[in-house]
């Protein structure tokens, strides 16, 4: 006997469609039906990835055949989930934090390995962003060692607790124009302390939500070094627009930053990547200027950023001046013309640039636009 087409069509008038409240057919979700004897092969669109989903459908098709066209076929249903469905799933497993009123960019400052100068680099940024006129405000969760109290030299002091609107408020330390928090702030500086996760993520959602920010054009994150549970208990606390990630040409540090990139491009996270800075890039001795020795190889970080399609944000070479600074709590962008200064300057011209970019290519829900490009080359200056 030969199925006839048309009863197994109208038998998939009793299967409810994946999405909306429709039948498969008045939905135009069945692409196809062929049969073969007493086979019946139907090509039937799922609007729900998940395997439950689509297992589900599949067996409402098989009792629908059996039931209302022929008991005894032999059915193989395709499920076929379009892209457009796939899309919209992984936004929707997203975890996403609550946006933060007055916060216009939040960046979180990554590296895949420990020791290559992210919490350098974060503090030269947020000073540089602060000179181009930016309200910068710089959150140190860098639990395995805060430095950021030693490189703003306020080891000293402690937030104060403000009211605002009849609630308790940590008020920042500021210093060099950047109002700042520190991981370091909540246990003394010789008081050892082991930051397991729920106690870490509950002093960064303070350090971040329960303080007195006021308005900030950047809420710079420096973040732990690797890819774990408070990079993604960050992302649950805050809606971060992007993310910097430094390394170092070594090939270590940057299979460790390749495993940075990959974790911020998770469905589930999926932060835009601003760009990569690459730190110790070369050393040059004060007497000889001229002179660059490529002591952990030579443009690693320059071709990641080319293999993996993300921005460079530029070279900072290895200079005693650097690490000199950061020690006396002046980051070395502070300077006045020299060339380090001017180098970890345009790292920061570099990234506002990457944001704007960034900005214009996303829904203005997901990233808030940044209003000018003080300070930014005027080449390519635009405002948003
Ligand atoms: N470009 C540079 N030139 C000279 N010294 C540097 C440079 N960048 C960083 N350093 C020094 O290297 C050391 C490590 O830097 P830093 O603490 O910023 O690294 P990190 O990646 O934040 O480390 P971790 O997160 O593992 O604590 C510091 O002593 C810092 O002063």
Redesign the pocket.
């Given at each position: 006997m030969k199925y006839d087409k048309s009863q197994i069509y109208s038998s998939l008038k009793h299967v409810q469609a994946t999405e909306g409240d429709q039948n498969l057919i008045d939905a135009g979700h069945v692409r196809n039906i062929q049969v073969f004897g007493d086979e019946v092969e139907v090509d039937v669109i799922s609007m729900n990835p998940t395997l439950q989903a689509k297992k589900k459908l599949e067996v409402n098709i098989l009792k629908a055949v059996h039931e209302h066209a022929y008991p005894k076929a032999k059915i193989k249903v395709n499920v076929i989930v379009p892209e457009e469905a796939k899309q919209k799933a992984a936004a929707q497993q997203q975890i996403r934090g609550e946006e933060l009123p007055g916060v216009k960019n939040i960046i979180a400052v990554a590296?895949g390995k420990?020791?290559?100068?992210?919490?350098?680099?974060t503090a030269n940024l947020a000073v540089s962003l602060a000179k181009m006129g930016f309200k910068v405000g710089l959150v140190d969760a860098?639990i395995?060692?805060p430095?950021m109290p030693i490189m703003f030299d306020v080891v000293n002091e402690r937030p104060s607790s403000i009211e605002v609107n009849g609630k308790k408020l940590m008020d920042p330390v500021e210093a060099h124009g950047v109002k700042m928090l520190s991981i370091g702030f909540f246990a003394g500086t010789d008081q050892a302390v082991v930051w397991r996760g729920p106690m870490a993520t509950k002093a960064l959602n303070q350090m971040i939500r329960d303080s007195h920010w006021g308005d900030l054009d950047f809420m710079l994150i420096d973040l732990?070094?690797g890819t774990g549970d408070i990079h993604l208990s960050l992302v649950q606390a805050v809606p971060v627009t992007g993310a910097v990630i430094?390394s170092t040409p070594q090939a270590i540090a940057l299979s460790d930053a390749r495993k940075g990139v990959a974790m911020f491009g998770m469905d589930s996270i999926n932060v835009p990547v601003l760009g990569i800075v690459e730190?110790?890039s070369y050393f040059s001795p004060e007497e000889l200027p001229d002179n660059k020795y490529y002591i952990f190889g030579k443009s690693g970080a320059k071709n990641l950023t080319e293999e993996l399609k993300v921005p460079f944000l530029g070279e900072?070479?290895?200079?005693?001046s650097?690490?000199e600074a950061?020690?006396v709590g002046r980051p070395a962008v502070m300077q006045e013309n020299t060339p380090i200064a001017e180098t970890l300057k345009k790292v920061a011209q570099n990234m506002v640039e990457s944001l704007v970019e960034r900005n214009e290519n996303l829904p203005p829900t997901e990233a808030v636009r940044i209003t000018t490009m003080a300070g930014c080359s005027p080449k390519k200056e635009k405002t948003v």
């Open positions: 590296s420990g020791g290559v100068g992210k919490s350098t680099l860098d395995y060692g430095s732990p070094p430094v730190n110790m900072v070479p290895l200079v005693q650097v690490r950061g020690d």
